[in-house]
């Protein structure tokens, strides 16, 4: 505030801030001496005319003369500040008054002192009066000098005292006020002489800025103001010599500019008409993808769809392998489609992002177990680590930021040859309604040298351009990862070493949703202890995490061999360990062990849970009693394990999906595309999985279609001959507006991927849209959704309870051959030894049931499905898993599993001796 002031504000400051605190100080301190003065005055006055009193009323009290004490009291009402007198008994009874009530209480007390007592408004005194007083007034009475006479009461008012109080203040208010005025005066005076000098500088100063550089400035009076004068006086002829010099030279570069003034008009033109061209150039760009993407996901979709198709015909081995191939080859394909349409969208400005709930736990976890299979078959560790302060639910585009981390995991899956790649979220700053966030990728792959990150994020570049590098990828990946980034506000970074790996790390600010209650601890899984084994360290942490936060109480260890001592010590102490999850591999644990140590500790009450990598979930399928719900892939989905456990702990009833459709019967869909090839595939696949089909080839048939049948969906094609989807649609929605109908649910199939497709597909009348290439997954769920009518699959279907014999060989020596590693002596006699042993077993088995002994009909059963794995007995193998399995969960079905059992015993006996 103080810098604001000016110079004349500054000297009023200066000159009426000390006086007014003087004047203020010193008049406070005077107006209270004098306030104190005139209350110690008042109060000795009130004990002089009380002590007065005493002798002067001593005779009358003596003789009790009411009569003389009224008229003392009220001559007495006359002195200054005297309000009332009242004269007592011994007995404090009253003997006499003049004046109003007193305004004070009594003082208190029975002495022979004066007493009083100050309020406000008045003081109060009272003074007893003896017979030593009547001494004073020549009316003694012998020895009743200290008899009681009678007490004396005086009220003086403070009115007359605050009266002067009030007028010496006043007084003093006078004096400092006019004290005031007249420093004010001076310094007023003394700020005008050095305010009018400045004023004439700033004038002058604002003149030579409005380029009058003519003006100088007079003397003003004083040698310093005068010196400044004489500066600004210079200096503004420096400016006006400058000036004239500049005009000299502004005059000379206008006449070289109207020289060339044609020359740039007619650049302009040219460059007008260039930018209207590129314009024309991009728009043609535009439609020209819009077209290819259209004219490329066509026969794609044919290609992708009949692939599956024919892979579930019966083939060869080695014409599956050359389907899988082409199927890699379309999706690969595909994928470079969609980057290249990517980049278009984004460098036309014309991509839009949602804003979403999602679960920021959930989409980290779902690409990496995407890409599980990838990094697993380098044999690379998967791990993701959410740390426990990082909100989970958030608002954004979970699509777009799947596709980023997907983009960065693979880059890190194809250029680490061994090791781990971590994907890490973290919290870098929280607001009441935002989160700002760190996600990183790091692996242990070849690193970036500098030169490499500088041009790792342009377009069409890749970090590895050699001969020797890996195949795949258009060099887009990254560019559009880093274009997403910034159109949502973050951005993407890269720190890494060459030889030691790199860390891609993205930064992003997102607004926070409603908390997910299924992230929060459940009462099925609270407090119940877990054992972990997992040998991989941060695999171990990530896992650890996982199981704590669902409510878990977890122990780690090193080894199967510590796990299993550690639930069998817990099992005789009260802190019983229920729950076991196992993180192993291969290499850790051969299959056929895994299976033994299961069922020790499911022997304890220990319920098992395995994590493998995906690779080897077929390896590890027939090991696990019940793979179904206890085996699942690395890295574990939180969601997936806290469901598979809660099973184990409160195992559930056997029920109906809530979302089952009400209706059995089969959908009936009206399927148009102008393509052939496309045509066919679609109504393949719904035929197959049981739907009702009619196939058009053009919109008009479409349109005509709907007006003489019923159908339940209609999958339109968009881009036609003639009428295309849109019109087509466009017609069926008139049609049924005019009729009062029930709008017919139709379904887009397009091939499209540009910007605003959607908005425009659901604008014409479409109630929803599938891109191609299209799955069996997508159709049936987009039939049961706007239909509510579920398609079946009548493919050929294997369950666990449907292995009863007759779908399985009861002797398959191919098998056996490749589980004894291609040695046909040690097959052989790992068959004969069991051949030798069934008779053993099945008497076994026979005696356990008859006697009711489920442990040892368990131990015995599963003795004979250990023998079977190294043997190639497909049948027997099936029996003994659904056996044991049954038998282990109590089920109602063991007695008749048990019999197929002896069934596939008996008939594996009869083949061998048949056979030899």
Not at 62 to 69: S, T, V, Y
Not at 350 to 374: E, G, M, S, W, Y
Not at 662 to 679: E, F, G, H, M
Request: glycine letters at 6%.
């Amino acid at each position: 505030m103080l810098k604001k002031l000016g110079i004349k504000g500054r000297v009023l400051l200066l000159t009426l801030l000390p006086t007014t605190l003087m004047a203020l100080v010193l008049g406070g301190y005077f107006t209270w001496m004098q306030q104190s003065d005139l209350q110690s005055q008042l109060m000795q006055r009130g004990e002089m005319i009380t002590e007065q009193l005493a002798p002067l009323v001593a005779p009358a009290m003596g003789r009790k003369d009411n009569e003389l004490l009224e008229r003392i009291a009220t001559q007495f009402l006359e002195q200054t500040d005297v309000r009332a007198v009242t004269f007592l008994a011994p007995d404090r009874t009253l003997l006499a008054h003049a004046g109003p009530t007193m305004l004070n209480q009594a003082p208190l007390g029975n002495g022979s002192q004066l007493l009083r007592r100050s309020g406000n408004d008045a003081t109060r005194y009272l003074l007893p009066v003896f017979g030593k007083h009547r001494n004073l007034a020549g009316d003694l009475i012998p020895d009743e000098a200290d008899r009681l006479l009678g007490w004396v009461e005086l009220e003086l008012s403070h009115n007359g005292m605050l009266l002067r109080g009030y007028r010496s203040l006043f007084a003093s208010l006078l004096l400092i006020g006019g004290g005031l005025v007249g420093a004010a005066l001076l310094a007023l005076r003394m700020g005008r002489t050095i305010n009018r000098p400045l004023s004439q500088i700033k004038q002058a100063v604002a003149q030579l800025k409005d380029g009058h550089l003519e003006t100088r400035l007079p003397p003003l009076g004083s040698q310093e103001l005068d010196e400044l004068a004489s500066g600004i006086n210079r200096m503004a002829g420096t400016l006006q010599n400058a000036q004239e010099e500049l005009q000299n030279s502004v005059d000379q570069a206008t006449e070289d500019v109207r020289q060339n003034l044609e020359t740039i008009e007619i650049q302009n033109i040219e460059l007008d008409l260039a930018r209207k061209e590129a314009l024309e150039a991009s728009r043609i760009k535009s439609e020209f993808l819009a077209n290819m993407s259209h004219e490329i996901r066509t026969p794609l979709n044919g290609i992708l769809g009949f692939t599956h198709l024919l892979q579930k015909s019966e083939l060869t081995p080695r014409q599956l392998d050359y389907l899988g191939t082409i199927e890699k080859s379309a999706d690969s394909l595909l994928g470079i489609i969609n980057e290249i349409l990517d980049f278009s969208k984004i460098e036309a400005g014309k991509l839009v992002l949602d804003h979403i709930p999602f679960n920021l736990r959930d989409l980290l976890q779902d690409t990496l177990n995407i890409l599980a299979p990838a990094a697993h078959a380098k044999e690379l560790e998967l791990v993701s680590l959410v740390y426990r302060d990082t909100p989970l639910s958030l608002v954004g585009d979970p699509l777009r930021l799947k596709q980023i981390l997907t983009n960065l995991v693979s880059n890190a899956i194809k250029f680490t040859r061994e090791g781990t790649i971590v994907a890490r979220a973290m919290l870098e700053e929280e607001h009441e309604d935002s989160v700002q966030l760190r996600i990183s990728i790091q692996d242990t792959g070849i690193g970036l040298s500098n030169q490499d990150v500088r041009a790792l994020f342009q377009a069409f570049s890749q970090a590895d351009n050699s001969l020797s590098r890996q195949p795949g990828g258009t060099g887009l990946g990254l560019v559009i990862s880093k274009r997403l980034i910034e159109q949502m506000g973050g951005e993407i970074g890269v720190d890494s070493t060459p030889g030691e790996g790199s860390e891609f790390w993205i930064s992003l600010s997102l607004p926070k949703a409603r908390d997910d209650a299924e992230d929060l601890p459940g009462p099925p899984l609270l407090g119940h202890r877990v054992a972990v084994l997992e040998n991989h360290e941060l695999a171990r942490q990530a896992l650890q995490h996982q199981l704590e936060d669902c409510g878990l109480v977890v122990t780690p260890f090193n080894t199967l061999e510590s796990l299993a001592n550690g639930v069998t010590g817990a099992h005789q102490t009260d802190q019983a360990i229920g729950l076991a999850v196992l993180g192993i591999t291969s290499n850790d644990m051969p299959p056929e062990r895994l299976n033994q140590h299961i069922w020790d500790l499911e022997h304890l009450g220990c319920r098992v849970l395995v994590l493998c990598p995906t690779t080897e979930l077929t390896l590890f399928h027939l090991s696990v009693p019940n793979p179904h719900s206890q085996l699942q892939s690395k890295p574990a989905c939180t969601r997936k394990l806290r469901r598979a456990l809660s099973d184990m702990v409160n195992p559930r009833q056997q029920r109906s999906d809530p979302g089952e459709p009400v209706s059995s019967r089969a959908p009936k869909v009206l399927c148009v595309d102008d393509n052939p090839a496309n045509l066919l595939l679609v109504q393949t696949l719904l035929e197959d999985m049981g739907a009702k089909v009619l196939a058009v080839e053009s919109g008009y048939a479409a349109v005509k279609a709907v007006q003489n049948e019923t159908f339940d969906l209609v999958l339109m094609d968009v881009q036609m001959p003639g009428m295309d989807g849109r019109q087509s649609t466009e017609t069926i929605r008139q049609w049924e507006s005019e009729r009062h109908c029930t709008p017919l649910p139709i379904v887009a199939l397009t091939a499209h991927a540009m910007a605003n497709e959607k908005r425009a597909l659901l604008q014409s009348g479409m109630d929803d849209y599938l891109t191609k290439p299209i799955s069996e997954r997508q159709l049936a769920q987009v039939v049961l959704k706007w239909t509510g009518l579920a398609l079946r699959n009548l493919g050929p279907e294997r369950s666990s309870e449907s292995n009863n014999g007759n779908d399985l060989q009861v002797l398959d020596h191919e098998e056996g051959l490749r589980l004894a590693a291609g040695k046909a002596d040690l097959a052989a006699d790992m068959l004969a030894m069991l051949l030798a042993s069934l008779e053993a077993d099945r008497e076994a088995i026979r005696v356990a049931r008859e006697a009711n002994d489920q442990n040892a009909l368990i131990e015995r059963v599963h003795r004979l499905h250990g023998a079977t794995r190294y043997c190639g007995v497909p049948q027997l193998r099936a029996a003994c898993q659904r056996s044991e399995t049954l038998l282990k969960q109590q089920d109602a079905k063991a007695p008749g599993a048990l019999e197929e059992l002896e069934r596939a015993i008996n008939r594996l006996a009869a083949h061998a001796r048949i056979n030899a």
